[in-house]
């Protein structure tokens, strides 16, 4: 890789040759605007926000699709051209139709308009006696995605993403001038697995979710970092969550997190949708008060004990159950065949196996089969212990589901705890705990030293 030096605002930088100025303003923390740029997408060069002023240029030059140069000097707010009044000249363009209805906009808090905007200081207008030029608004494209065509500065953002991330090309621009617009090809809706990302690309509240729309202000979230259990590649997610008044916490939407080893920029609707059942149908208490005992006896008058083990849970908790077999001489058991959908891989993030941390499973050599002969049973939340036979079953879970057992133990979710999963690509990320109940579900880690085991 060869280096240049690149000079902004008289700081000298050592950037990769022919990469571009915006990557380095970026990635420095340089203040500049942009509504048509993103990382995964390239440059387009539409929208003119990014100018900037580079020694020896007569004329402003957009940073998106300006490769940097040794020796290049760059002035990323204008020194002897007026770079931020252009910048807010063309941002005025982009309002002249922009609907003002930023208080029931989902997008308020964190629109890129919105914050250029007060940025740049228009508050005073320009334009009277004029009506605004109006589009259709509350257009369901599908796959939960809405579109209001008033609010859209036509970045093209969502429409390069279908043409050259997802590759499947439902939406296009349409008409010229005031009347261009954004909108599916004829006879199509917008429907692939990867569809909701246009709704975090887009800079401004042109494309909401059909799933967090009124839910919630943004600026009440807060925002945990964490991963996708929906299947093996962990892709990194936000949880955005939220505790009202007199309720308990909430999870109000999952949206991706940037991780260029793991999922890049993206993550699936499914994943994104998976949020919904993690906290319903909780296991809140236990059958039985007295645990303990229930355990120890079963324990000691079972003559073969089974232990299953689900592969949603933490490596260090499937660690800590495998020592745990091996004490009281239990074979340990992970049936994979319940995890496998064939149909649900994909070329792009999406694994076959729709469980976290099947990688850990199969690297333990955990037995893949139902157990068989156990008078036994003491199941680690696996949903496949509906399906076994056995005397005398103990399990602990995360949610209800119907089964006969001796003694029934809550555990918490993986929001709701820390610790680490190995993605299918072999790769173990370590996730802090998210959200805290009002009264806390307590861990495997927790009920072993309750238990004594």
């Known amino acids: 890789m060869s280096l240049v030096k690149v000079t902004v605002d008289n700081n000298t930088y050592e950037v990769e040759k022919d990469s571009l100025l915006i990557d380095l303003l970026i990635k420095e923390n340089l203040r500049v605007p942009y509504f048509c740029y993103h990382e995964a997408l390239g440059a387009d060069g539409n929208c003119r926000m990014c100018m900037v002023e580079i020694e020896g240029q007569k004329r402003p030059q957009i940073a998106c699709d300006t490769p940097v140069k040794d020796g290049m000097v760059v002035y990323s707010q204008g020194k002897k051209l007026p770079i931020k009044k252009i910048r807010r000249d063309i941002l005025e363009l982009e309002l002249i139709n922009h609907p003002v209805d930023c208080p029931i906009c989902d997008q308020a808090g964190e629109c890129s308009l919105q914050e250029y905007y007060m940025e740049y200081g228009l508050h005073d207008s320009h334009m009277y006696g004029l009506d605004k030029v109006t589009h259709h608004k509350h257009i369901d494209l599908g796959s939960n995605v809405m579109l209001d065509q008033e609010r859209c500065v036509l970045c093209a953002r969502c429409t390069r993403f279908t043409a050259n991330i997802t590759h499947t090309h439902e939406l296009g621009i349409v008409g010229r001038g005031d009347e261009a617009h954004i909108t599916t090809m004829p006879g199509r809706k917008l429907d692939n697995p990867y569809a909701m990302n246009v709704v975090d690309l887009c800079p401004v509240g042109a494309l909401t979710s059909k799933d967090f729309r009124f839910a ?3 600026w009440f979230l807060e925002s945990s970092e964490s991963v996708c259990t929906h299947c093996a590649k962990n892709c ?6 939220n505790k009202l008044k007199y309720q308990d916490e909430n999870i109000y939407r999952f949206r991706p997190r940037k991780n260029l080893e793991v999922n890049g920029f993206f993550i699936c609707n499914e994943g994104r949708l998976s949020y919904k059942n993690l906290l319903n149908n909780r296991m809140i208490k236990s059958t039985h008060v007295n645990e303990k005992d229930i355990l120890k006896n079963s324990i000691e008058k079972a003559k073969a004990i089974a232990v299953l083990v689900d592969a949603s849970l933490f490596n260090e908790e499937i660690e800590m159950i495998k020592e745990f077999s091996e004490k009281i001489g239990a074979k340990l058991y992970c049936p994979q065949d319940t995890y496998i ?18 990688k850990t499973i199969q690297n333990l050599n955990i037995l893949d089969e139902m157990p068989k002969d156990a008078d036994l049973v003491i199941n680690f939340n696996h949903p496949d212990i509906t399906k076994i036979d056995s005397k005398e079953i103990i399990s602990f879970q995360t949610h209800k589901f119907e089964l006969e057992t001796i003694l029934t133990i809550p555990i ?9 999963f190995t993605n ?5 990320q370590h996730l802090k705990k998210a959200i805290t109940l009002n009264e806390p579900i307590p861990t495997i880690a927790q009920w072993f030293k309750r238990l004594e085991l």
């Open 424 to 428: 299918i690509d072999g790769i173990t």
């Open 341 to 358: 959908d064939e149909e649900f891989e994909d070329d792009m993030l999406r694994s076959k196996y729709k469980i976290a941390n099947i």
């Open 412 to 420: 918490a979710t993986y929001v709701e705890n820390s610790g680490s």
């Open 216 to 218: 919630q202000r943004v």
């Open 236 to 241: 990194n997610i936000y949880i955005d969550h």
